[in-house]
């Protein structure tokens, strides 16, 4: 076994599941897909453009039965466990901030950054002062504590 096959194999054995963003019919994300499943993990996979060789591999695992992931929602709905209701806010204007979740020094920053009106990336960037890497985590983490949506175009706006 090469060491990207060891890497995919270990990776996909590390996670609850696997979220396959873009790949070809012969990419290494499929390798750690097709570990995923013989697992027993959750395999996602965003749908792409149909005329593009990148999406492909993507499709073909959709029609394989991995679950179709248009949002970060789509991946909390598999996980529902790891939120239990009793912990969710009882009305849909809550936040969606589980309690014993902190924010990090990062996200309360880029948290801080965004308003109901949508944010590019790019503008989230400049308004933090925080580098990309950093804004991306923390646009991340801010989306899985549904407290930030991100909108199509790699639009963001708070979630409530």
């Keep these: 076994m090469?060491?990207?096959v060891y890497t995919n194999y270990t990776v996909a054995g590390m996670t609850l599941g696997t979220v396959v963003v873009e790949a070809n019919l012969s990419s290494g994300a499929l390798i750690t897909a097709n570990f995923a499943t013989e697992?027993?993990?959750?395999v996602f996979a965003v749908p792409g453009r149909i005329d593009s060789p990148r999406s492909k591999g993507c499709h073909d695992l959709i029609k394989k039965g991995a679950k179709l992931c248009e949002g970060v929602e789509d991946i909390l709905s598999e996980f529902e466990y790891l939120f239990p209701a009793s912990n969710r806010p009882p009305t849909p204007g809550g936040t969606g901030l589980l309690p014993a979740m902190e924010l990090s020094v990062n996200e309360k920053v880029v948290y801080d950054s965004l308003s109901h009106e949508e944010l590019s990336t790019d503008e989230?960037?400049?308004?933090s002062g925080?580098?990309?890497?950093?804004?991306?985590?923390?646009l991340f983490g801010?989306?899985?504590?549904?407290?930030?949506?991100?909108?199509p175009g790699k639009m963001f706006v708070r979630n409530n």
């Design 39 to 42: 697992y027993g993990r959750q």
């Design 2 to 4: 090469n060491l990207f």
């Design 124 to 127: 989230v960037i400049r308004k």
């Design 130 to 138: 925080l580098p990309s890497s950093a804004v991306s985590v923390a």
């Design 142 to 151: 801010l989306e899985m504590k549904r407290l930030v949506k991100q909108l």
